[in-house]
Structure formats: C-alpha cells, structure tokens
C-alpha cells in the first residue's frame, strides 16, 4: 500500500525547532528477535509429515517434539525482547523467569523426544538432547541473572523508580497498541514521536532518582490520560475517519510532548544546579582548613 511521504518540507510537515525534528526513529536499535529466532519456528515444522504413517506412538512422539520446540523458540524471542528492554534501562530488574535458559533446556528435550521417535535408543536421545541445549545457549546466550543500577544507592528509591518505569513502559506498549486500530501511519509515527519524550524523561528519572517525585505527575496523571486519548481517538476515527478528531488528538501530543520536553529540561538544570552547590559547600569547607584552590581558566 502506497503511503504519502510526511516532513518538515510537506505542505502539512513539522516546522523546524518542534520537537518532531527528531525523528520517529530517534534512539531505536534494530531488535535482535529475528533472523535466527525465525528460524527457530521453521526448523521443527518437517516434524508434521514424519508424525503421521508410522503409528500412534510416533504421531505422539513427533508432535509432542513440535510442540516443544515451537514453545522454546516463543520463549526465546520473549527472552531476548526482555534482555533488550532490561538493556535500554538504566535501572532495571532482572527477568522474573528465565526465557532464554528455560528455550534451551526444552530445544534439548524436544530434539530429545525428536530422536526417540526415530528409534535407536537411548543413547542417541541424550546426545540431542545435550547439544541442542549447550548450541542454544551459545547462540542466544543467557538471560540476565542480576538487577541492574541498583548497587550503592538509595535501594527504596530505586524500586519506587523502576516500578514507574516499568508501568509507563506498560503504558507506552498500550498507547501503541490502540493507535494501530486507527490505521493513520502519520498518528503511529506521532505517537512514535511523543514516546521519545516520555523515554527522554524516564532515563532522566533512572539517572536521578531524586527527581521520581517532581516527574511522578508527568508519569502517572499525565500518561495515563495520553492513553485513554489514544484509546478513544483510535476508535473514532477507525469508524468515522473523523479529520477534526485526528486534528485534536495531534495537538493534543504535540501539547504533552511540549510539556514533557520542557519538564525533562527542567529536571537537568535543577541537577546541574544541584552538583554546582555541592561544589560551592566543598570549596568553602577545603578553604576553612586552609586549602587554596587553584583555577585553571
């Protein structure tokens, strides 16, 4: 399907200096759930023609081996797409269950049924079954088994922060989610756009765990009421194709991200004013007992 080209140069593009300048694309790393993860999902599927034709102990053999192998596989994507977002963070929590090592041990027990279904015995079931899960974890790896950020700090403040970066996240995902119903590329990459915003805020907040409490506002009230818009605007406009409703709902996210831009920027000149008076103590306590500072300027 063709889609119409939007810019800062089309009749109804973003001018220079807003906060679109960025792009929709701004910050996004390419997913590492593809390609071999794919494949994952491809390789078990011969396993159908050799279920049927040689009995019901072999039919039950070989699907059970799919059935396994389908499920280590969409455990595995879901793993690597945790660690990503366990990455992106600057504060984070482990994974409560371990995807990526529970893919591993069910890719070995399934090749493990897969190879009893053959016949042969037991020895060759045990060799599958331990290869398979030593090659998946090398080619995957493991999930991450500690919480990240949370050394030699404050531990309160640091849960308080990654529970509300995790509920935006959830609110983020939601607001993606229900914009799609709308089917308007140019709202799916405005919400893009404003999601920059929130991010640019949540990783200022995991920086600075002092600043949850000035932010909670913009993470909770205000974002929280971006989605039940998104929610609302998508279902008119999936039905009427309402232009004045797609003109209030832009406005509305070019106002929120205004505000969210402006609230970050606020946030890291307190910071930078915070660390100018920790200098300005530190200096007048080393002068009182008589050590001179030197400026090199």
Known sequence: MAQRFGGKFSPDGQTTGTPADRGSYHGARR?????????????????????????PVVMLLNLSALGL????AWLTREGILAQEAYEARKIARRPGFPRKMAGSVLTGLGLAVAGFALGGGVVAPVIYALVGTVLHSFSFGFDPLKDKGMEGIDQFQTERVARVVDRAEEILTAMSDAVKRAGDRQAEARVDRFQISVRDMLRTVENDPRDLTAARKFLGVYLMGARDATIKFADIYARSRDAAARSDYMMLLTDLEENFTAKTRK????NNADLEIEISVLRDRLEREGIQLTNNE
């Not at 192998?69 to 280590?72: S, V």
């Not at 946030?267 to 307190?270: A, E, G, N, S, Y």
Request: proline share 6%; no cysteine.
């Open 31 to 55: 997913t590492r759930a593809g390609g071999r993860v794919n494949l994952l999902f491809l390789a078990p599927l011969p396993l159908i023609w050799q279920a049927f034709g040689n009995g």
């Open 69 to 72: 192998l389908l499920l280590a």
């Open 267 to 270: 946030l890291l000149q307190d």
